[in-house]
């Protein structure tokens, strides 16, 4: 990578009168291969590198990308950068300011045995080959007669600089696989995916991945538990019951209902028009908005997590955010503009997934906080309840507030007991509700991959989601 | 060089690296975009990028791969890349050969000068959508408007030779009031002359208006009024689900229904691979052949799926002039006029819902398209043929199927779509479903 390129961008976007300016290289190399029903769809090489150039003249932020590293293409985008910002005045009521953070120089890599480098499409569709020979038969007397599986591989590497001197090199491999599955028994038909809920096993790091993460054992246990739901015809109670989400459930909850919403560019109103606002207002830290046993964190650094950086596309170190707390409001998701607004400091927040995107507040890794309860402890004394272990539709609202997960994996509990089978559960409840209606957690967090939209154009940011078990008391849960 | 050289280069290069098939497809856009919140820019961007598809195919193995390093030397090594990794992939036993020319790519006008200029008038345009806004009643308007322009060429070894040129403008205005309630508004157009950014800030923030004080809905099944955006929605994942690669692979609730009713008889819905009035597309898909009008569903019966050339030999069909080499997809969806105006369409209703947007739909099983989406911005409780009052925290909890069979009445007037919920361009109208449920959340 072409650190002059950079050094000359930065310093001719402030001769041109720029009060800030930052310009970052970001190469991305992708690889991916497709098993339909055992047979190979085409495999997929992407090779993506460019320059991603931001700059604030007059308050007026502009942002400039190309994949034409040529000085002279590079000169020119800059300057059409700092004359858009000149020229936006006329509907700039609201000057763009960045907090003041301390000078990053660093180099940093995310951790890899076996380099995703050396990993080759016959060790990707050869995972997919061994899957196949697992699930293909079907189990418990269901038949799969559709299977889709995919798996990836991503080599992110980015050098950034910005006129406040700071100077950051990365490099972070990933390491992906996702399926859809049709299971089918006496006429009826189920589509589900493994992991459920649409998303993904994936970590950051090398080949290692596929043992650190268990693939194979993962599938198969899935495979075992999911084949069963399309026997089930057993309706969810009506009456208010106790719940325990697995998982899976709590880890999506902590994201979109905790996360989101305490990301402050929404807050702000920034992202109103495509992914939306924010229940929460600029003087909410220090609302009560749960339980005691209300705890969800967002942790970039956790190592071979797939949300994992050491900093972010602004130069700002990363680090953990507590954002409930026993309930409470405790920190929004930052970067340098929203800092400066609410006059904090940046916590680290701010990425970019392409060279042509401009760095915007993100999630990494998202998750309820663990508690002390082994299962069985969670449920003991619940008479009548439902268990949902894993989810397929959901979604929730703009503001973040009414939301809804629908069971995949679903039992009922009796007697503090794991009972037969439930169909389709509904936890459709607004985000006060159910944060109030948490009142333990299990001790073992568990993670699965996601890739988180938001921006416009689009960014699809990969992260984890993740969270124990997790009790919540007195809920209705509804049928499809 | 020129997009058609660096294809030809790309080409000749796959080719004397031993692929028997190539496809290879050279695009060159200029996005300019501003967005804009609480009546305020946030940011102008601008994104140029020159990117080289490359399909090949060596004894029955396939390689796709997509660079954005299309210098001649870029090219060569990508193209070795992607051979040196059809060495160590299995064949396809669904190998097919790609279609063989020569093909002539319809002639369009998708495009205007104006739009890929630099000099656009985006600030005044955004100016125009936040003034119209805050005139109507709003008191924030945000938004984003983005103008663009796609330069497009083909070469493949089937003799496929072809350029293509589109522009879009697409504007997406949110307005909101003090109250917290709030309107969107769109106007997408290929066109400069097309295109009202006030109608759409206007429209924005009159919704915002009405919406305020709205009640709270309770659970149920009632009639449900789909505005084109919402409409446009569910069109665009019957269009999806109407690939044949997502048949193939058992994720749609179209498979084992061609020539069997799927809806009313009031409902067809067709794509186009260009079509005026359409937000761009492109005359020949990615394997080169020809796009043309496909019937997907014609008077309520599901006429076939889209395909490509792998796809349609696995079904005994021809390409559709879809492809996606691995997956065909829709270009242009349309959904035919019917014969009600939207007045007309309120009227029929005795209790029902009307709304004008939403977002967040997902599926708990595709092959029975059950799903939830969650309806934002103004919606409103219709009384008698009368918009009654706006109403609040509802979510539409329903099946496509049901939903198709269930259309009461398809509004003559319709909008062109595409906005950050809406990805293929759609043409729709505004509908009236019978008996859809509603749900709300545990409070």
Redesign the interface.
Same mark, same amino acid.
């Given at each position: 990578m072409d650190e002059d390129l950079l050094t000359s961008t930065v310093d001719l976007a402030q001769k041109l009168g720029a009060e800030y300016a930052e310009a970052r290289l970001h190469k991305i190399k992708t690889t991916g291969c497709?098993l339909?029903n055992g047979?190979?769809?085409?495999?997929? *090489?992407?090779?993506?590198?460019?320059i991603g150039i931001r700059v604030i003249c007059s308050g007026?932020?502009?942002?400039?990308?190309?994949? +034409?590293l040529s000085r002279e293409n590079v000169k020119v *985008?800059l300057e @059409?950068?700092v004359k858009?910002?000149k020229?936006?005045s006329?509907?700039?009521?609201?000057r *763009?300011l960045f907090s003041e953070e301390k000078t990053i120089s660093a180099d940093w890599r995310a951790k890899e045995k076996k380099s995703i480098e050396n990993v080759?499409?016959?060790d990707l569709?050869g995972m997919l080959k061994n899957i196949e020979y697992q699930i293909k038969d079907g189990r418990a007397g269901v038949a799969f007669?559709?299977r889709?599986l995919a798996s990836t591989t991503l080599l992110e590497e980015k050098m950034y600089m910005n006129s406040d001197g700071a100077r950051i090199r990365s490099r972070v491999p990933r390491l992906g696989f996702y399926s859809?599955i049709?299971t089918s028994y006496q006429g009826k038909?189920?589509?589900i995916t493994i992991p459920s809920g649409?998303s993904q096993l994936g970590e950051s790091g090398g080949w290692e991945v596929v043992d650190r993460l268990k693939i194979y054992e993962y599938v198969q246990k899935k495979a075992e538990n999911l084949a069963l739901v399309v026997k089930n015809d057993q309706r969810p109670p009506k009456e208010t019951v106790d719940v325990v989400l697995g998982p899976d459930v709590s880890g999506i909850i902590a994201h979109e209902s905790a996360g989101h919403p305490g990301e402050a560019d929404r807050i702000?109103?920034?992202?109103?028009?495509?992914?939306?606002e924010s229940y929460l207002k600029s003087d909410d830290i220090g609302l009560k908005i749960g339980s005691e046993e209300a705890y969800v964190s967002d942790d970039p650094t956790i190592p071979h997590s797939n949300g994992f950086y050491l900093y972010d596309d602004e130069g700002v170190p990363a680090r953990k955010r507590r954002l409930i707390e026993a309930g409470v409001i405790r920190e929004f998701l930052h970067n340098k503009s929203t800092a400066y607004e609410f006059g904090v400091s940046s916590n680290g927040a701010s990425r970019s997934t392409s060279y042509?995107r401009?760095p915007i507040i993100r999630m990494a890794n998202t998750f309820v906080e663990p508690g002390d309860y082994s299962l069985e402890e969670l449920l003991e004394d619940i008479r009548l309840g439902v268990y949902i272990k894993s989810f397929?539709?959901?979604?929730? +609202?703009?503001k973040r507030?009414?939301?809804?997960y629908?069971g995949l994996e679903a039992y009922m509990i009796e007697k503090g007991e794991i009972k037969g089978m439930v169909r389709?559960p509904?936890l459709?409840?607004?985000t006060p @509700?159910l944060w109030s209606s948490v009142d333990a957690r299990g001790k073992e967090v568990e993670f699965v991959a996601a890739t988180c939209g938001k921006g +416009?154009?689009?960014q699809g940011a990969p992260v984890w989601t993740g969270g124990p078990d997790m009790r919540l008391r007195a *809920?209705?849960v509804?049928a499809? | 060089m020129e997009i058609i050289e660096l294809t030809d280069l790309a080409l000749r290069e796959a080719l004397k690296l031993g692929a028997t098939d190539v496809s290879a497809i050279c695009a060159k856009n200029n996005e300019n975009q501003i967005r804009f919140s609480n009546n305020s820019i946030t940011v102008t961007k601008n994104i140029k990028s020159l990117e080289l598809f490359l399909y090949v195919a060596k004894d029955r193995k396939r390689m796709i791969g997509v660079t954005s390093n299309p210098s001649a030397e870029g090219i060569k090594r990508f193209a070795s890349d992607l051979i040196k990794a059809c060495k160590v992939i299995s064949p396809s036993p669904e190998y097919t050969p790609l279609p063989k020319g020569e093909f002539s790519y319809p002639l369009h006008g998708i495009y205007d000068k104006k739009l890929a200029e630099d000099g656009v008038k985006l600030i005044e345009f955004a100016k125009e959508a936040v003034d119209a806004g805050l005139e109507a009643g709003a008191t924030r308007v945000s938004g984003s408007l983005m103008a663009s322009e796609e330069e497009i060429a083909i070469l493949t070894s089937g003799d496929a030779r072809g350029k293509d040129k589109t522009t879009k403008i697409l504007l997406n205005v949110r307005a909101f009031t003090d109250e917290g309630t709030s309107g969107h508004g769109l106007s997408c157009a290929a066109r400069l002359t097309d295109f009202n950014p006030s109608e759409a800030g206007r429209v924005a923030g009159d919704y915002a208006k009405v919406s305020i004080n709205p009640h709270p809905w309770e659970e149920g099944i009632c009639d449900l009024v789909t505005m084109p955006t919402v409409t446009a929605d569910v069109v665009q994942h019957i269009g999806s689900f109407s690939s044949a690669f997502t048949v193939d692979a058992g994720l749609s609730f179209l498979i084992d229904k061609v020539d069997q009713k799927v809806g009313v008889d009031e409902f067809t819905l067709r794509d186009y691979g260009v079509v005026e009035g359409g937000l761009g597309g492109r005359g020949f898909d990615d394997e080169g052949v020809p796009t043309r009008e496909n019937i997907i569903i014609e008077k309520g019966v599901l006429k076939g799926y889209l395909h490509n050339s792998t796809t349609a030999r696995k079904f005994g069909k021809s390409s559709t002039g879809n492809a996606g080499i691995i997956e065909p997809n829709p270009w242009n969806l349309v959904v035919d006029p019917g014969t009600m105006s939207v007045d007309d369409i309120i009227k029929e209703v005795k209790r029902g819902i009307l709304v004008t947007n939403n977002w967040y739909t997902r599926f708990q099983n595709m092959r029975t398209g059950e799903y939830s989406t969650i309806p934002r911005d103004a919606a409103f409780l219709i009384e008698n043929g009368k918009i009654k009052h706006p109403v609040v925290g509802l979510r539409i909890s329903d099946s496509i199927p049901r939903q198709l069979a269930s259309i009461l009445g398809i509004s003559k007037e319709r909008r062109w779509i595409e906005w950050w919920e809406v990805s293929i361009p759609t043409l729709a109208p505004t509908m009236l479903i019978k008996d859809v449920t509603i749900t709300k959340a545990l409070r």
């Open positions: 497709l339909r047979v190979p769809e085409p495999a997929t *090489i992407g090779d993506a590198y460019g007026s932020l502009a942002f400039s990308a190309t994949n +034409d *985008i @059409k950068a858009r910002a020229a936006s006329s509907l700039l009521e609201h *763009i080759g499409f016959e569709f007669p559709n889709l859809y049709t038909t189920v589509t649409y702000l109103g920034r992202e109103a028009a495509q992914a939306g042509d401009e397929m539709e959901w979604n929730i +609202d703009d507030f009414n939301q809804r629908v389709n509904i459709e409840i607004t @509700k +416009d154009p689009m *809920i209705r509804g499809r | -």
